[in-house]
Structure formats: C-alpha cells, structure tokens
C-alpha cells in the first residue's frame, strides 16, 4: 500500500491565505481539507450602531480588489430598507463603473494569478520574458478597468463618487467620449488574450455540481435580479438564507454554504450557465472560440470564462456610454427617507453572488448586518472538486497532482480575505 501526502501551507498567486492538505491511501477515498487561515476581521460586528451614511463607506473596505461590488451591495441594502429607488442615470453610472471593476479584476485573475498555470509557469514573470507582447494585452486592458474607475468613481480602489441614489461628482461628457474611445480602441485587445487562451491545454476533469447566480432578464445579471439555481430554479432574493445556508467548518476562519447538494458553486462559469443566452454578440463568439459551453462542468473553465465576461463587459460598456451621452447628465438630490426596516441587496461580484442585508432602527443605524462572500460559497464546492479530482488521477505523481490541485483553487479565483470577513 502506497500514501500520498500533499500539504501545501500558503497557496501562491491567490488573494488571502489558504492551505490545502490532502491524504490518500490504496484502496480508500482521498482525505481533502482545504482551510482558510487568514486572520477574521469581524466586518458584520464593527457595522452595527453605524449611521446609514457610513455603511456603503465601510463595507467598500471589506475589499481592494472588489471595493465596487461591495459598495454596490451595501448601497442596494440601505436602499432596500427605506424604499429608494435610483434613477435611471444612477443606475447607468453603477453598470459602468462595474464594467471597470469586472475587466480589472478579471485580467489580474487571468494573466497573472491563474494565466500562468495554463503554460506550466510558477509567475507571469517567466511569461514577460519569453514574451511580453503576449502578456501586454492583458495589462493594457486592466489598466483600462482602473481608468473607468478612476473617471466614474473618483478613484480605483474604494471609489467615492457613488453614495445612496446619487452621485456625487458626475463625469463629464469629454470623459465619457475618452472612455468611449478607449473601449473601442481595446478591441484588438481582448481578442489577443482569445488567441493566447485558444487552445491552452484544460485539464480533463467535470464534476457535475449545482451553480448558482443572478438572474434578471433581459439583462445578463450583475447588478441585482433574483438568484437562480440551475438544480431548483428562481429564488426570491429576500429568502437567500434559504438558498446559502452558512455553516462553520473548523479550523477554517471563513464559512461554507450549501444548498441542495453538498456544496455548490457561483462564480463567471456559474454566471454563463444561468445567463449564457444574455450575453452580447461579441462575447458569444468568443465563448465559441474558446470552447466556453453552458453545458461545462469543469471549473477549469471559470478562467476562460471570465475571457467572455471581459467582451461583454467592454460591449456593455460602450453602450452605457452612448445612452449618458444621449440622455445628458444631471445633478441629482434626492430625499433620504431615513425610517426602521431590513434591506437585502445582491451583485455578482467578479467571483460570484455577493449578498449584503442590513437592519436599521428609526435614527437610521445599523442593528444587524450579514453579508454572504462569493469565496465562502465556492469554499465548499473547492472541497469536493479536489475530492474528486485526486480520486480520478489515482497513479499521478506527488509534485503533479500538488500543481494540478493548487491550480484547480486559483481557478475559482479566490478572495480568501473577503470570505474570512
């Protein structure tokens, strides 16, 4: 009898720390445990007693990388709970800020945390100096998702633009006609990252799992709609503790969830199978290109994925644009009616559904909040994948089996801190 034993204590080229440790013997199943260690830093509890004003402010902070998706959710929630509806120009100005936020977070996963994997480097490093044309493209278009940023939300990383149904500075329209330029101008772009990504070797692996996501047609959902199950269906969004069910699984600091299996998973992969039919033109042709079915049950895909979501979004965007060009901007100012109640708000964040539900007393502050990660929703999904894919490579060697489980993680693109909140 032969054991195979595989501990690896800080995961490389993903956000946060994560370990893995994984023990299989001849002749009995694989003992998988993957494990946050990253320090909690309690979010829910220091966002109790806040005034409304300081909500969406903090919880942006939950993230650097995905500040926007959570000031977005938080937005939603407060929203949500004094009965505010955004105008339409409010609500043009967020999807194009999150197509900024979407295109960054995407590239940065793509060419440099998982892109390295599909061409057996340790670094994008060693993939700049073989060939640092074939790299460019993806940095140019991250750059071009922290200047959406930058210009719509006065800046990349905790944006400050956006606040409760209004925006505070308005871009101008010589901005908006830049911004415009340089998404067509990215164009040639993102169709070199589909030429380098065409053809990469996948690893053969599908576990069949249940996918959760956004749904709101006619639009492919990002920010707001119901959350749909590809095993049950529609969910009204209030009832999403229904549909996450949180649990603690020591010594992890973050939580799982699961729903109607054991785990499930959300995420660009998850997003494709519930919305595929609601993506644009060009990100469907790319789809096709890269061999992105909604029939996929590899999570090695989710890179390849995230490629089609970058094309929608750069269509997407360039459309939000036309229609503030067209339309005209104007200073908003609404009335808060501040008043007691719960609000649920819900984006996909670029790993997944990302839920933020606050309580409010009559002063307007914080009594209760809870917020659902898209990591901790993957966290379980992670488990079972890794079960399953050292079960189906039963005579692979130590360091191969290491590197195909470790790039199997970084392809669900986790935020390790965001989910240990």
Not at 82 to 97: D, E, M, N, W, Y
Not at 317 to 342: F, M, N, S, T, Y
Not at 400 to 409: G, K, N, V
Request: include cysteine.
């Amino acid at each position: 009898m032969t054991t195979l034993k595989i501990r690896t204590e800080r995961l490389t080229r993903c956000e946060g720390h994560g370990r893995l440790i994984l023990r299989a013997a001849d002749g009995g199943p694989p003992a998988v445990s993957w494990e946050i260690n990253e320090s909690p830093r309690f979010f829910e509890a220091m966002m109790r007693g806040r005034p409304w004003l300081d909500a969406h402010v903090l919880a942006s902070r939950v993230c650097g990388i995905c500040s926007v998706s959570h000031l977005f959710a938080s937005l939603q929630a407060t929203e949500a709970a004094f009965g505010i509806v955004p105008s339409a120009q409010t609500l043009l100005l967020r999807k194009l800020l999150y197509a900024g936020e979407m295109l960054e977070s995407h590239m940065l996963h793509i060419y440099l945390l998982a892109g390295p994997d599909f061409f057996g480097a340790g670094s994008v490093i060693p993939l700049l100096e073989k060939d640092p044309e074939a790299v460019m493209p993806g940095l140019r278009l991250k750059r071009l998702g922290n200047e959406i940023m930058e210009r719509i939300g006065g800046r990349s990383i905790h944006p400050q633009s956006p606040t409760l149904a209004k925006w505070l500075r308005l871009p101008a329209k010589e901005t908006l006609r830049h911004l415009r330029g340089r998404l067509d101008d990215a164009m040639p772009d993102i169709q070199a990252a589909v030429r380098l990504f065409r053809g990469v070797p996948v690893p053969a692996f599908s576990r069949p799992t249940e996918y959760i996501a956004l749904k709101h047609p006619p639009e492919y959902a990002l920010l707001g709609g119901h959350i749909h199950s590809t095993d049950t269906g529609a969910h009204p969004l209030d009832d999403y503790l229904a549909v996450t069910n949180e649990y603690v699984a020591p010594p992890s600091t973050a939580k799982f969830t699961r729903h109607a299996r054991t785990s499930y998973a959300v995420g660009a992969l998850a997003r494709l199978k519930v919305n595929y039919d609601l993506l644009h033109p060009l990100a469907k042709q790319v789809a096709q290109e890269l061999g992105v079915a909604p029939s996929s049950c590899n999570p090695f895909m989710n890179t390849l994925a995230q490629i089609v979501e970058c094309a929608h979004e750069i269509e997407e965007a360039g459309g939000l644009i036309d229609r503030l060009l067209q339309d005209g901007l104007r200073e908003e100012d609404p009335a808060i009616p501040v008043a007691p109640g719960r609000g649920v708000g819900a984006v996909e964040a670029p790993r997944g559904l990302l839920v933020h539900d606050y309580t409010y007393d009559g002063s307007g502050r914080i009594t209760h909040a809870n917020l659902i990660i898209p990591t901790g929703q993957n966290n379980g999904s992670i488990r079972d994948d890794l079960e399953a894919l050292v079960a189906a490579n039963p005579g692979m060697g130590e360091d191969e089996l290491r590197r195909l489980c470790e790039m199997l993680i970084r392809s669900y693109d986790p935020c390790v801190g965001c989910a240990s909140h």
